[in-house]
């Protein structure tokens, strides 16, 4: 990850430029370096880890947007006297590999209130989740595509454009 070590040097130089090896002057030369190697990515070759690092922090803004809808959904679920909650078992095609992804992205869907990762088929290539409080299969279906999409932004180092599915 020639980037990250990039971006921890140039935060030490600042460090030290400024004379004070601390936590604030790390942070501040952390950040300005990230900033001099997002304006220059093709001449320092770090184009890819400046991509992957938006990506994080977009898919951390769409977590906690959804988290935020989830948590209000579930909430005003529990307190209608008599809630909808159409209970269904969903099976979701993965185009994520790797035992670290598939285990952030169950771990992220497990964290969504309403849902819950049952486990994965033999060969990892289908996700299993039992999900209340969406009308359809295919609606919670298309939920967890958009959030295992936009992971794949983050960990694919080439993300793939979106497969067209039924």
Same mark, same amino acid.
């Given at each position: ?41 093709? =001449? ?5 880890? *400046? ?26 679920? =529990? ?10 078992? *969903? ?37 299993? /989740?039992? /999900?209340?409080?969406?009308?359809? =299969?295919?609606?919670?279906? /298309? ?7 936009? +992971? +794949? ?10 497969? *067209?599915?039924?």
């Amino acid at each position: 990850m020639r980037g990250f070590t990039l971006n921890l040097l140039l935060a030490v130089v600042w460090a030290l430029f400024a004379g004070e090896v601390s936590l604030r002057e790390l942070t501040i030369g952390f950040a300005l370096g990230f900033a001099i190697l997002a304006l220059f990515p093709w =001449a320092l070759g770090t184009g890819e880890y *400046v991509r992957r690092v938006f990506a994080g922090l977009s898919f951390l803004g769409f977590f906690l947007r959804e988290l935020t809808v989830a948590n209000a959904h579930v909430a005003l679920l =529990a307190l209608r006297s008599r809630p909808e909650l159409h209970p269904m078992i *969903v099976a979701v095609p993965l185009r994520v590999r790797g035992e670290g992804a598939l285990t952030f992205l169950a771990a992220i869907i497990g964290l969504m209130p309403g849902t819950v990762v049952l486990g994965f088929s033999p060969d990892r290539r289908i996700l299993y /989740a039992h /999900a209340i409080g969406t009308l359809s =299969a295919e609606s919670a279906h /298309a939920s967890i595509l958009e959030v295992e999409e936009r +992971l +794949l932004r983050v960990v694919s180092p080439h993300p793939a454009p979106p497969e *067209v599915r039924p």
